[in-house]
């Protein structure tokens, strides 16, 4: 993803639940704000342990040699609350470029009025070759009164707050392979290079995309765009007026929204991508389990056989088997030690297929005798 493209995904996923259909500043679901990524007073965030005051980013560069070459930099973006209902004013706070040899952190304290905050970008080699990098996003707004509703505490937040991070040389190892301390913020790979981080406020995969057909933000992005789009040629006269009378930014939306073309709707109906398929599998997943075990002086072994004795009274299933003679397949622990036999039954038919595929009955040890030789 070039950057421009990068910025574009950004400033959609910045938006996203700004605003929802029918986007009237009336409307319920429009009187509050819904933003993800919440970054809250620390004296409200105190008060539950699914509120955060700070947002941290703890990502891997891959740059080997030269590491100390490397630089880094990060934009911070964010909404704060400019209006009433959902109306917000985009800020964006920027860092570095920090050399990963630096020793220490570039911080960065930045204040909109009543909200005021702070940003940490440190960077450190590695044993073995590249660098980690952490960001951290805080919140340093004082509050008087701790006890107000989330409402209140919104307009003192950093609302959908997202972080960039990009490096001068090397590439990111991919956060969803990279266990670091994350916190508040979905991390993932942004470019096709792999010279970006997104920390995100919604869990995303590596190298998200914006679908060339999109006809731009509509503030509910994970939504189907072309049902978002004909809903809006359904605002009634007075949604219209009332959408007239707010937001810049949702009546912007708005216009684009019903200046698109049946053309631009039906290019957002669907399109076929042809890709070769993957390989397949050289048959069943191999979970071979135990070879052999032993349980009460009676050995269950992998290809024994054993009498069905289920004994569940009126189940018909456990009828049926009852008195089968089956095969034991895989022998298996669960994680409280609880041993299963994965059996199939030997008169049937489709024995050979159930085994190929992985597909077996399971018994526990006292439901089977066990035939000897």
């Known amino acids: 993803m070039k950057a421009d493209r990068l910025d574009e995904l950004v400033e959609s996923l910045l938006y996203e639940g700004y605003a929802l259909y029918p986007y009237t500043p009336n409307t319920e679901k429009n009187i509050t704000p819904t933003p993800f990524g919440i970054v809250y007073p620390p004296a409200y965030a105190a008060g539950s342990s699914v509120t955060f005051d700070r947002l941290a980013l703890d990502c891997a560069l891959a740059v080997g040699d030269g590491a100390e070459e490397a630089e880094v930099e990060l934009t ?5 609350s400019s209006g009433p209902r959902h109306q917000a004013t985009d800020r964006t706070v920027s860092v570095g470029p920090l050399r990963v040899s630096a020793g220490s ?11 005021r ?8 080699p590695v044993e073995g070759g590249g660098a980690r990098v952490a960001a951290q996003v805080e919140n340093l707004t004082e509050m008087e ?16 707050t997202h972080v960039v991070l990009r490096t001068s040389a090397g590439r ?14 979905f991390p993932v790979l942004a470019t096709d290079e792999d010279d970006a981080i997104l920390g995100a406020a919604i869990v995303l995969p590596d190298h998200p995309q914006i ?7 509509l503030f509910d992005n994970t939504e189907i765009e072309e049902a978002l789009l004909l809903h809006v040629q359904t605002l009634s006269d007075d949604e219209r007026d009332a959408i007239a009378e707010q937001d810049p930014k949702v009546r912007e939306m708005i216009a684009r929204a019903e200046a698109a073309t049946p053309e631009d709707v039906m290019a957002l109906h669907g399109r076929l991508e042809l890709k070769d398929p993957p390989p397949a599998p050289s048959g069943p997943p191999n979970f071979p389990g135990e070879t052999q075990v032993t349980v009460d002086g009676r050995t269950f072994r992998r290809e024994g056989k054993v009498v069905l004795r289920p004994g569940a009274q009126g189940d018909p299933f456990d009828m049926m088997v009852d008195g089968k003679v089956a ?6 622990y669960d994680t409280e030690d609880k041993l299963y036999l994965a059996v199939t039954v030997d008169d049937d038919p489709g024995q050979d297929l159930l085994r190929d595929s992985g597909r077996y009955l399971f018994f526990f040890p006292d439901e089977v005798e066990v035939i000897e030789g």
């Open 105 to 115: 952190p570039a911080v960065a304290e930045f204040e909109f009025a009543p909200l």
């Open 211 to 217: 679908a060339p057909e999109s006809r731009g933000n």
């Open 76 to 80: 911070l973006r964010f909404l704060q």
């Open 172 to 185: 990111f190892v991919s956060p969803l392979e990279h266990s670091g301390d994350n916190v508040n913020t």
């Open 327 to 332: 095969t034991i397949e895989r022998i298996y």
């Open 117 to 124: 905050g702070r940003v940490t970008l440190a960077a450190e």
């Open 145 to 160: 009164n701790a006890n107000v509703l989330r409402a209140e505490a919104l307009e003192l937040s950093l609302l959908s």
